[in-house]
């Protein structure tokens, strides 16, 4: 059964616009983790955040920001002001117990274009 | 620098002729693991290890081996590849995932692109 759902597969801005990107899980434990990750075109995956189940508040960093939220069972990432160098696919993905495997959306994969 | 290397990066080869893709972490991580990545499917999970001599299936094991004989390198083994395992394979590694504390972010490796003909 799929865990993560991110159900936009591909989005297109104009750079300086602001995006957001989906995510909706699925877990019955009160315990885990959430994740974003994002793959620019050079292929590589690059962390970027790590939020644990019992903290909601929401995160900021720089141009990013993340938005949990336990009651949709959604953790939302905004790019705000868009770049072309945010281009990439994002992938969103849950950890969970007993195994703590990480558990990965399809990514959405998000074109800036100048 | 704190990395995981992974070869070959790239590899064209034939149905059945076995190949091995080398996986080696050096920041002592005791976690390790497979993951391949199929457009629509994101990343799944083929093989994990908690530690040395320590191995589990993942999702989509079939096809696949692995060994874990020593912390560092966690080597994905296709004793016959056939064409549906064309694919773009990572291995990660990251601290223990105990239950204290909890998940780990994972470090990747830089990815193989495998096509089997």
């Known amino acids: 059964a799929q865990k993560v759902t991110q159900a936009q597969t591909e989005i297109s801005v104009v750079e300086k616009e602001d995006v957001t990107l989906d995510c909706v899980y699925e877990t019955r434990d009160t315990t885990y983790y959430l994740f974003w990750y994002k793959q620019p075109p050079s292929g590589e995956l690059v962390f970027l955040i790590r939020r644990n189940s019992f903290d909601e508040q929401n995160e900021i960093s720089g141009r990013y920001s993340w938005n949990f939220q336990k009651s949709t069972s959604s953790f939302n990432f905004t790019i705000t002001a868009s770049q072309v160098v945010d281009s990439a696919v994002y992938f969103c993905a849950l950890s969970e117990r007993p195994r703590w495997d990480m558990r990965f959306g399809a990514g959405t994969r998000l074109t800036v274009k100048p | 620098e704190a990395q995981v290397t992974q070869n070959p990066r790239y590899l064209i080869t034939v149905t059945g002729k076995k190949l091995t893709v080398t996986c080696s972490q050096n920041?002592?991580?005791?976690?390790m693991s497979w993951y391949r990545q199929d457009p629509g499917l994101g990343l799944r999970q083929i093989y994990y290890s908690m530690n040395v001599e320590v191995t589990d299936k993942g999702d989509v094991p079939e096809g696949y081996k692995v060994s874990r004989k020593e912390k560092r390198n966690f080597p994905l083994i296709l004793e016959s590849p056939s064409p549906n395992q064309t694919s773009l394979y990572f291995c990660?590694?990251?601290?223990?995932?105990?239950?204290?504390?909890?998940?780990?972010?994972?470090?990747f490796g830089a990815g193989s692109r495998l096509t089997v003909l």
């Open positions: 990660a590694s990251s601290l223990f995932p105990g239950a204290s504390s909890g998940a780990n972010v994972l470090t």
């Open positions: 920041m002592n991580h005791e976690y």
